[in-house]
């Protein structure tokens, strides 16, 4: 039914100023990972949104991270939700290289970090209790060392799952594990493991694969986006540590990525995609979240995500379960529009890059300017700023939703888990302020940190 009202709305739409957008080309495919956080896409494809523009669009989900990106690369896809730092690995030449931009930020928040049952029996001790007797959060991996430390004991190695070496999955685990002491281990250009030094030992598993993972033993815990940790939480064989919103609150999440040559050559076609995703965008956070349930059910459809109701909801409504019976309230589990959540900011994707050098993803060191220039090459507001204007002048937007005057860096955030400020104007003095990671001229050669 909902596309069905979607092609009704576009052809009304289309005889009025859209129609004369003149695109380049209107027939495109998207591609996707089964994560709540592809909302955007879905939603504008099934309220018709895309169709408003002129674009028929089909919505293709992809096997793993790898696969996605090389389809944008190798033009098999037009464009896709994307892990943040995919874009920026690729236009520095990390593990590939390609111009990849992106004008349009998908979310905020919206990870989690989940623990097998073993591994929370022995970390419970160790978590302060609420008067309920339920554990106090957020929940520090301090808890965590002391059974590493006994698996070590053990002979055990502890390993962990995220999503891919550039995902923000990655760099919020290595994050939260860092600030409770432990160490997540060194990337070199020699060994591209990420796990020099390391105490916990962090590997790759596609996102729907987590669950079944951790309950084969194969890995103790893992970070990754929803539904999956919800999933576990459910099937009662895991339980749900700690949130991204509770490491950084609104932190940056997902981007919609194309290459710049695509951009290049198609500006109305990509001014008509940005717009339908704003307009998504908003139609997910409207009203306190009122349209949520309905997007859901849409998100639960086997083309798109293919979990059960019950578990989208769980954190897509407002909620989170921790563990079974430990349901909390928060509400900005998954932001899709309010707090600026769209406009792709270039503190955002410096952050990334403090975090790829800290661990030594970037093995040299550079100057904030560098950080700059890449983030600026990368990111692009001038485009969502464009789309912005037009809805707003087709009266579809409101003025006031948008960062008209923004410079492009975020305030200074100072509630990370750490304590430690983060200004993406001054990325070296933030990457010093560490005490686990690289810093200054520091470099891994054969295994060791130099300088």
């Known amino acids: 039914m909902k596309r069905l009202i979607g092609t009704l709305v576009a052809t009304t739409a289309l005889a009025g100023p859209l129609a004369a957008q003149e695109l380049e ?30 674009l028929f669009v089909t919505l293709e989900a992809q096997a793993n991270w790898r696969v996605l990106l090389d389809g944008v690369i190798d033009g098999t896809l037009d464009g896709a939700h994307m892990l943040a730092g995919q874009p920026i690995a690729a236009t520095i030449g990390y593990g590939t290289e390609a111009h990849i931009v992106t004008p349009f930020s998908m979310d905020l928040n919206g990870n989690g970090i989940t623990v097998s049952n073993q591994v929370w029996e022995l970390m419970r001790p160790h978590i302060p209790s609420m008067e309920d007797g339920r554990p106090q959060h957020p929940i520090s991996a301090s808890a965590l060392a002391p059974v590493v430390e006994q698996f070590r004991n053990d002979g055990i190695r502890f390993d962990m799952g995220m999503v891919f070496p550039v995902s923000t999955h990655n760099y919020e685990l290595r994050y939260w594990l860092a600030a409770g002491g432990l160490h997540p281990g060194y990337y070199s250009p020699q060994d591209i493991s990420g796990q020099i030094g ?48 509770e490491i950084w609150p609104n932190n940056p999440e997902k981007v919609f990525g194309l290459t710049a040559e695509f951009v290049e050559e198609n500006p109305n076609t990509t001014r008509a995609i940005v717009r339908a995703l704003i307009r998504a965008a908003m139609w997910l956070d409207a009203d306190n979240n009122a349209n949520r349930m309905e997007a859901v059910e849409i998100l639960s459809y086997p083309e798109y995500v293919g979990a059960d109701v019950e578990t989208i909801a769980a954190s897509m409504t407002g909620t989170f379960e921790y563990e079974p019976g430990d349901v909390r309230e928060v509400p900005d589990f998954n932001v899709f529009f309010r707090y600026n959540a769209t ?55 409101d003025e006031a939703d948008f960062p008209w005057d923004t410079d492009g860096f975020r305030p200074v955030a100072t509630d990370l888990i750490d304590g430690i400020p983060y200004d993406g104007r001054t990325p070296n003095a933030y990457i010093d302020s560490f005490p686990i990671g690289l810093t200054g001229g520091q470099l891994v050669v054969d295994g060791e940190v130099q300088g």
């Not at 495109?28 to 408003?52: Q, R, S, V």
């Not at 790759?204 to 890995?219: S, Y």
């Not at 040299?364 to 002048?393: F, G, K, M």
């Open 343 to 397: 406009y792709p900011y270039y503190s955002d994707a410096v952050w990334y890059l403090t975090q790829m050098r800290r661990w030594g993803q970037i093995s040299e060191p550079h100057t904030d300017e560098w950080y700059h220039e890449v983030a600026r090459s990368v990111y692009r507001p001038d485009i969502y700023l464009e789309a912005a204007r037009s809805l707003v002048e087709d009266g579809l937007a």
């Open 25 to 54: 080309v209107d027939e495109l495919t998207f591609g996707f990972i089964k994560l709540t956080d592809m909302a955007p896409l879905a939603i504008a494809y099934e309220m018709g949104y895309f169709e408003d523009e002129g």
């Open 198 to 245: 390391a105490d916990v030992f962090l590997s790759v598993t596609p996102p729907p694969q987590m669950p079944a993972t951790l309950e084969a033993g194969t890995i103790f815990g893992y970070c990754v986006g929803e539904p999956w940790n919800q999933a576990a939480v459910q099937r009662g064989i895991g339980v749900a540590v700690i949130t991204d919103y």
